[in-house]
């Protein structure tokens, strides 16, 4: 599967949105993560859909929305009418996440679960058949520009194997701490859509940050 880079714009410059999704739109990159924080589920509040409606206007780049928010089930409907095309919602706040699901494909977008460094894969486990995607979050959710915590990649690893087993199709997302050296590790372990922040935005060159960020394709010894 061919990697997806996803940057992610809490490191970009919030003054300057269009230009910035503009760089990385020209740059290669193949989505757009837009972090949506409400002050709950994580100390931070970024935007809301009223933004990511005028950011819509700007680009037609695939809308990737991490809700890091409480209650998912109250805002899935503004932002898919904002122009989403990917709604990630986290399995820590959904009572009935595979009703959300549900919802989230009636709204005519791709669904995603994500799920913090401390929750356990059978969170998700009953998901991965019908959810397009599943983040594992390899930081914890609130910040840009945190370490990378090591312990993912076999949670990773168990998740790719995971759907294999299942013969099914799911998306391995991987979000916090990725660079041209993690992203290595990720991408052996099953990841195939890597969000980036700060080694993005971060970088001098955004256009040479996303070629080394893609790396070279890694092929899979796959199980029959
Ligand atoms: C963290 C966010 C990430 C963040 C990643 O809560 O979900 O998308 O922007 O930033 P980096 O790549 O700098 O770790
Ligand atoms: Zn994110």
Request: with cysteine; hydrophobic share 45%.
């Amino acid at each position: 599967m061919a990697t997806v880079i996803a940057p992610s714009i809490l490191s970009a410059d919030f003054g300057h949105l269009a230009e910035e999704i503009k760089k990385v739109a020209d740059a290669g990159a193949e989505y757009l993560h837009l972090d949506i924080m409400d002050g709950t589920f994580v100390p931070e509040i970024t935007i809301g859909a009223p933004v990511v409606k005028s950011l819509r206007k700007v680009s037609d780049i695939i809308f990737d929305v991490h809700l890091m928010v409480e209650h998912p089930e109250t805002h899935i409907k503004s932002f898919a009418e904002a122009g989403a095309d990917i709604i990630t919602f986290h399995a820590e706040t959904a009572k009935h996440s595979h009703r959300l699901i549900q919802q989230i494909h009636e709204l005519g977008c791709r669904a995603g679960v994500a799920i913090n460094p401390g929750t356990s894969l059978s969170m998700i486990e009953e998901l991965v058949e019908d959810a397009e995607m599943i983040l594992i979050m390899t930081v914890n959710p609130g910040y840009g520009g945190q370490k990378f915590i090591d312990s993912m990649l076999g949670k990773i690893h168990m998740l790719y194997h995971m759907i294999q087993e299942m013969e099914t199709e799911c998306d391995i997302q991987v979000d916090g701490g990725i660079n041209p050296k993690t992203s290595v590790d990720v991408r052996e372990a099953g990841a195939n859509i890597l969000v980036a922040g700060s080694a993005i935005f971060g970088a001098e060159n955004i256009a040479t940050a996303i070629k080394d960020i893609r790396g070279q394709e890694i092929h899979h010894h796959h199980h029959d």
